[in-house]
């Protein structure tokens, strides 16, 4: 059992920047890839981005190319995700999730376990 808390979450500017971070519960996080979702007020959650056990490999969705990134340290059982040039249309629930399986899934089911999410909001 893994259980993920986020934080840093809160209310920016558009423009501005906020780093997010999950931390995880017990020994095992290496062993588990890594991902960002979303979910804004009546839409379905989306994939923002994921890391694989080691950070070799990342992969993001075209709308945050280039302006978020995502990193972990395995040593604090912790991801981040980076977010510059925030948009009012980045405005969401943000939750991160872990994943036995190996490779970056993009895909909600795919995912083991859940953060109870932390809300973004990006004033325009």
């Known amino acids: 059992q893994v259980q993920l808390v986020e934080s840093g979450g809160g209310l920016v500017q558009a423009g501005g920047s906020l780093r997010l971070s999950c931390t995880a519960s017990g020994r095992t996080f290496s062993t588990y890839a890594m991902g960002w979702f979303r979910q804004a007020p009546g839409k379905e959650r989306e994939f923002v981005t994921a890391?694989?056990?080691?950070?070799?490999?990342?992969y993001y969705a075209d709308f945050v190319k280039g302006r978020f990134a995502i990193s972990r340290e395995n040593a604090k059982n912790t991801v981040y995700l980076q977010m510059n040039s925030l948009k009012p249309e980045d405005t969401a629930v943000y939750y991160c999730a872990a994943t036995k399986d190996v490779g970056l899934y993009t895909l909600p089911n795919a995912y083991d376990y859940w953060g109870q999410g932390t809300q973004v909001t990006v004033s325009s």
């Open positions: 890391i694989s056990r080691s950070s070799g490999n990342t």
